[in-house]
């Protein structure tokens, strides 16, 4: 049975092991890191300056056989209504097994039952279809940006897709 729980520096030494490459890297993170590959004690720098704020989470998923997923959960605006999902990351061996979808799933009920956001959000790279794939399986929806954000990755233009579940679907 998969459970979900705060984010401990010990976890960063599995996150680490489940990016192959860098194109998954960024697939994974964009351009929030500056170098790769990163190493666990980047993951834990990074999110100790977070550390004291009351609208940044990080949780990881874990089941019998332990650490399987990761993501970050992040308040967009004052009222703490509008969250956001980011850096989520599943056991490259479990892929396609359906743990990101039980993962996601129970961080949405997490962020409408007990932190009571009214809308997640998140962006999935154009050409991760996979993971495009298990957010829509897990009840996100497209959404129609005014204008389409690309980020320049890898001397290469990806286009990011904006997607969202609200706690009225």
């Not at 949780?59 to 993501?71: K, Y």
């Not at 996100?140 to 897709?161: A, M």
Request: net charge negative.
């Amino acid at each position: 049975m998969l459970r979900l729980r705060p984010y401990k520096n010990c976890d960063a030494k599995n996150i680490v092991k489940w990016i192959k490459d860098e194109y998954a890297f960024r697939q994974w993170c964009a351009d929030r890191y500056d170098h790769y590959p990163i190493t666990a004690e980047d993951i834990n720098a990074h999110y100790a300056d977070f550390a004291d704020a009351d609208w940044f989470y990080t949780m990881t998923a874990f089941d019998e056989s332990g650490v399987v997923g990761h993501l970050i959960m992040r308040f967009r605006d004052e009222e703490k209504t509008d969250l956001r999902f980011g850096f989520v990351i599943v056991d490259d061996a479990k892929r396609g097994q359906g743990y990101g979808k039980e993962m996601l799933k129970l961080a949405i009920r997490y962020s409408f039952d007990i932190m009571k956001a009214k809308t997640i959000t998140l962006g999935v790279f154009e050409n991760n279809p996979s993971a495009y794939h298990c957010y829509k399986s897990a009840g996100f929806k497209d959404v129609c940006p005014e204008e389409d954000e690309y980020f320049h990755v890898l001397g290469q233009e990806w286009k990011c897709l904006e997607m969202m579940i609200s706690a009225d679907d």
